[in-house]
């Protein structure tokens, strides 16, 4: 039994709409699980080893439930594109590196590290269609603390030469053996992630969809991000009687496959019932949609809608790995699209971005971000001291200022499941 | 004769659709002034002190057209309000603070400390309605080392009581000892600053103008930032034909008076007629228009037909001093007002916003905002080697990249007309 505490100013979500907030708090941890925040230290856990943090802040950790880790490399370059182009200019001929291991590598390193020093805990991740390099940085990952879902990237149509699996039979055949290669490992964890039906044959949905059944497991992927994107769905899967509809046809859009799918800008009522119904996670992605025109998700419609969603960074769509500013962005399109699309739609708040970047995403890898029992223990320490200020902030103003102003550095301290991962 | 050079790769606008890099290039300045940029270091300043930064990015200091310095204290927070009930809410209530000196220069301090730490060379700064305060706010970004322009708030109606100026002829003479008594500073200088038309009355603009023709004074402003706002000037200055005729109808509107303009979201031909015969230049502030849900500007339509225009951070109501991050803003802003409002405007370019937040808001203070042969020398230097990359990138990606990506602890060193700023 190993227990622990840290003490702080703690905040974490109870709901979408509030906020708690616990002046010098104790969290404390048990085997990796949450016991709760208290005011005092309970008398049974008196003697339990404790780190005061004195006026840092301490939060669950955040979750980005969309980011690709072999586009980091050229995150904040080439945004003068749309979706189709910018893949096709950047994105692929990039990925096309990650065959070569030794590129991957190196690459992939640098996105390791400056993962585990952002406020990031858990993340949904794409890699590429490689098998070894996608391995190769599961492993890292792995080792560095970190926790969440990486995919092996399947697209066996539409793509470029050196891109595009050679067949639909050695996507599944790679997918399986990353599978059972990947059996070994616990906190960073492989989920299906057929690239987007573009680039995905109806066949090697159809073997997917086999995968997941044998293997359980879960599943992520694109909907209805850009206007092209969704006439072109249109045109290759005439069947569907929707984007995410294509996806469901082949038993790959929830239901008893856990899945998430990236930006939902442009869904209509029916998706949107199907994605209720099947209980698909949103990964909202804003500074994405801006960063390549897409538009606005109304994020608003599915809160409202009880629809299970978080947010991402959609790297390097997104330009930042940062979460707060993801928080930010959702914010402010939200305001945006209300002043010039749909007033019917208000704002997102501060606490809602909060939930969605905490609880909200994080419950698509089970009981996540959050500091309630029974809770996986992740949690950053943030100290905001740089930040200076003419008077005595809050717990929740310094939150609030947070989402606008964060810096990597600011980070003290991480934890994901009980484990100190930061500093190193 | 004081001749220096500084080395390293640099990059600056010569025209707003063209960015000049020099790789391992020098900078040369003669008393305050830029002789340009040579690749290799002409014969005759052979011997001349030279600094040479390796391999960092060297740029023009940034231009801040619009910042409230009493206002960066509560950055970050109460974003969930538009215009009216912001100011009211938050932003009287804490400028109302600045008649107390002690308070104004705690505050003051933090702003000056961060501002001489950011990217940004030059600002139009609004400061309070407080005489003393004010000068102490000047006094103290001149010993800094900083330039600009700071203005004296003018407001007498429609004003909270504790903020009111207690009446116009007061008013107008506090802004004559302030002007008189920053006489003596080089490089900050004061600007006409009436807040608003609704926080002025027409008495007090006409003695504005008078102090303005005496004393030969630019001046800054806000225009058609937000509907309500415009509705009011509309019914409190039923004879002007547009928001901006308000101004103009008191001499108070470019002309002989060089004025800068925050915001212009909603100007309409009309304005943009004056604004563009007057010589007004326009603030654009898009991150503050996001925050406020003001909208956005359609700066495309502004660049297009030629106007004077640079970018502001408008803090408080934008959350970061960080001019490049108003850079990013600017170019996020224009794509989703592209896709979502008016497709005839095509979002602006990398090479469109680093010149506006260099030699286009450079300009409002006469040669400022390049590096080409008789500007003032303002440089930034920039280690971005935290940035990592598995590639080299070019000095025009690294500029690129930097837009999204920034943080002011990348600043190495800074010059304002030619003086070193910093490492203090």
Redesign the interface.
């Known amino acids: 039994m190993e227990r622990f505490a840290i003490r702080g100013h703690i905040c974490y979500s109870e709901d979408k709409n509030k906020i708690r907030t616990t002046e010098h708090g104790y969290a404390v941890c048990e085997n990796g699980k949450c016991l709760g925040v208290f005011e005092a230290l309970p008398e049974e856990w008196k003697g339990i080893p404790c780190v005061d943090y004195g006026e840092k802040l301490i939060i669950p950790g955040l979750v980005d439930l969309h980011v690709h880790a072999p586009q980091y490399?050229f995150?904040?370059?080439g945004?003068?594109m749309e979706l189709i182009d910018w893949l096709n200019t950047h994105t692929f001929p990039e990925e096309e590196k990650y065959q070569n291991t030794e590129?991957a590598q190196?690459?992939y390193s640098?996105f390791i590290d400056?993962l585990l020093h952002s406020s990031t805990t858990r993340a949904c991740v794409f890699a590429t269609c490689h098998k070894e390099a996608t391995l190769w940085l599961m492993e890292k990952m792995e080792e560095a603390g970190l926790a969440g879902y990486v995919g092996k990237v399947n697209m066996d149509r539409n793509s470029p030469e050196g891109l595009c699996e050679k067949s639909t039979e050695r996507s599944a055949k790679d997918t399986e053996e990353w599978l059972l290669a990947s059996a070994g490992l616990s906190n960073v964890r492989p989920i299906l992630t057929p690239r987007f039906i573009p680039t995905c044959s109806e066949e090697l949905m159809e073997r997917l969809s086999e995968l997941q059944k044998k293997y359980r497991l879960p599943a992520q992927s694109h909907l209805s991000e850009n206007l092209s994107e969704i006439e072109w769905v249109r045109e290759l899967c005439p069947e569907a009687t929707c984007y995410g509809d294509a996806y469901r046809l082949h038993g790959l859009f929830g239901g008893d496959c856990p899945t998430v799918m990236a930006h939902c800008v442009y869904s209509n009522a029916e998706e949107i019932q199907m994605m209720k119904e099947q209980g698909v996670f949103i990964a909202h992605c804003p500074?994405s949609n801006?960063?390549?025109?897409?538009?606005?998700a109304p994020a608003r419609k599915y809160l409202d809608q009880g629809l299970k969603m978080g947010l991402g960074t959609d790297v390097a769509a997104g330009?930042?790995l940062s979460m707060f500013r993801a928080m930010?962005a959702a914010?402010?399109?939200s305001?945006?699209?209300?002043?010039?699309?749909d007033e019917s739609l208000a704002?997102l708040?501060?606490e809602e971005v909060f939930y969605l970047a905490t609880k909200g995403g994080g419950e698509f890898f089970g009981k996540v971000g959050s500091l309630e029992p029974g809770y996986e223990f992740d949690a950053v320490v943030i100290d905001d001291g740089m930040l200076?200020?003419?008077?005595k902030?809050s717990p929740k103003?310094r939150l609030?200022?947070?989402?606008?102003?964060a810096?990597d550095?600011q980070i003290q301290a991480k934890y994901i499941k009980g484990k100190q991962v930061l500093p190193i």
Not at 290 to 296: H, R
Not at 400 to 405: G, K, N, P, Q, S
């Open positions: 490399t995150r904040g370059l945004m003068d590129y190196k690459a640098i400056d500074e801006a960063n390549l025109a897409s538009g606005i330009t930042s930010a914010i402010q399109c305001k945006l699209r209300w002043r010039i699309q704002p708040t501060v200076r200020h003419a008077r902030l103003e609030e200022r947070l989402i606008y102003l810096e550095r």
